[in-house]
């Protein structure tokens, strides 16, 4: 079969699946009361990144993991806000996107994306994202994680890092 026929094939699929859900959400009591019960709106953001890695997969995509990755972490934090009310979270929250690139890259890696580096590159933007969140929800005090210090620690953990990764491509060269 060829890529644009199954690409083609599964968006059928899909719409006839959305469809069908729609119809016994308007038609079928138990399941209104079912959604009623287990359903948040931000788990239909997280259902559609996962929807988004799904087709990369069937389409032959690993690059797609990607964008799943950024949908799917947008909807986990979106959870996290409805489910506790801390919508001013949003102000530290937004360094954990990168992060998601980061996992994206790496799960593309896994999944056979051509491309040199995606480990690395995956991994750097998820530690700088990591240091990032650290230190603006430190900053707009979501938690007092490290005391006094934190400025001077975030900074020295940055440092380290940095040494670090130039100290590993220069062994590497």
Known sequence: MRR?????????????????????????????????????WPLAIVAVGILILLLGLVVGDPDTAIPASIVAGIGGILYYQE??????????????????????????????????????????????????FLAFSSLFGAWDLLGNYIPATLIILLGVFLVARGLYRSTRA
């Open 4 to 40: 644009s026929n199954r690409t083609q094939l599964i968006l059928g699929l899909l719409l006839i699946l959305a469809g069908a859900w729609l119809f016994a959400r308007q038609n079928v009591p138990a399941f209104r009361e079912w959604l009623a019960t287990y359903y948040d």
């Open 83 to 132: 489910a506790s009310g801390d919508w001013a979270s949003w102000a530290y929250m937004w360094t954990l996107i990168p992060g998601f690139v980061g996992v994206g890259n790496v799960l593309a890696a896994l999944l056979g994306a051509k491309g040199r580096g995606r480990w690395r590159h995956g991994l750097n933007l998820m530690v700088i994202s990591a240091v990032l």
